[in-house]
């Protein structure tokens, strides 16, 4: 349930949807003149397949949405935290707690080499501990 909150939570961000938006446009208009660009230039509407014409959008914004989610969803050192969570270190196995727009820190023993992953969100509407 804790990473269904978090991909909620990183969904709600309006500028992930502004910026898939915005690759969907510029991928699906270069990807459909490719395939049916003959009968676009041409306004040929009855022999433009309208099913391929909106998939051909809504696949670059389904991948770039996909891929904001996966990047937002690990921690990275440096960056503001989205929710408070308890991480552990991929390396160590260290455990650390961030609160909400907290900077993440480096792993105490691996320091350059720490790698976040997610060991529990806490409740959105809970504060963290201080």
Avoid at 88 to 103: A, L, P, S, W, Y
Wanted: with cysteine; glycine share 4%; aromatic share 10%.
């Amino acid at each position: 349930m804790g990473k269904f909150k978090l991909v909620s939570h990183i969904l709600c961000n309006k500028n992930i949807f502004y910026k898939a938006s915005k690759i969907a446009l510029v991928v699906g208009i270069i990807l459909n003149l490719i395939n049916q660009g003959e009968y676009l230039i041409q306004l040929d509407f009855e022999h433009v397949n309208f099913y391929k014409l909106g998939l051909t959008f809504m696949v670059p914004f389904c991948v770039s949405t996909y891929t904001a989610i996966t990047m937002k969803m690990k921690y990275h050192v440096g960056e503001k935290a989205l929710l408070c969570a308890d991480l552990i270190c991929e390396n160590c196995h260290g455990t650390q707690e961030v609160k909400r727009d907290e900077i993440i820190p480096f792993c105490h023993k691996c320091q350059d080499k720490t790698s976040w992953k997610i060991k529990e969100i806490k409740d959105i509407n809970v504060k963290c501990r201080d």
